[in-house]
């Protein structure tokens, strides 16, 4: 299915967590850096430092671990709580996706064809 199904939770006070917070997350992981992460998603260093701090407040426990340079330089990685919140979110956006099949399908039958394919 070429449809992308996203999901994001509206917690209480403003708080969220969805696909974006959730890709920098995995970005980290497989960097090892908030600003490689970052730079993936066109974003700045600041920007990037700045969601990871919301999301280690977010939660009861960090979702990410920053490491200050020194000889080897510095780095970053996920917690087991990161990895595991991670894991949640991306488990209820496979189920969510597998629930409705059928509606995304019919919704998909509906769409006008896309202006790449009038050319054709």
């Known amino acids: 299915m070429p449809t992308r199904l996203t999901i994001r939770f509206d917690f209480d006070e403003g708080r969220r967590l969805g696909v974006g917070k959730i890709a ?5 992981e497989t960097t090892g850096s908030i600003s490689a992460a970052g730079r993936l998603h066109a974003m700045s260093y600041r920007r990037a430092w700045l969601l990871v701090d919301e999301l280690n407040q977010l939660f009861s426990a960090p979702l990410v671990a ?17 990895r595991r919140i991670v894991a949640l979110y991306r ?10 099949e059928a509606e995304i399908a019919a919704i998909e039958s509906a769409l006008a064809p896309a202006a790449g394919a009038l050319r054709a």
């Open 66 to 82: 920053a490491h200050h340079g020194g000889a080897k330089g510095g780095g970053a990685a996920l917690t087991e709580e990161g």
């Open 91 to 100: 488990g209820a956006e496979a189920r969510m996706r597998a629930a409705a």
């Open 24 to 28: 920098l997350l995995e970005a980290i």
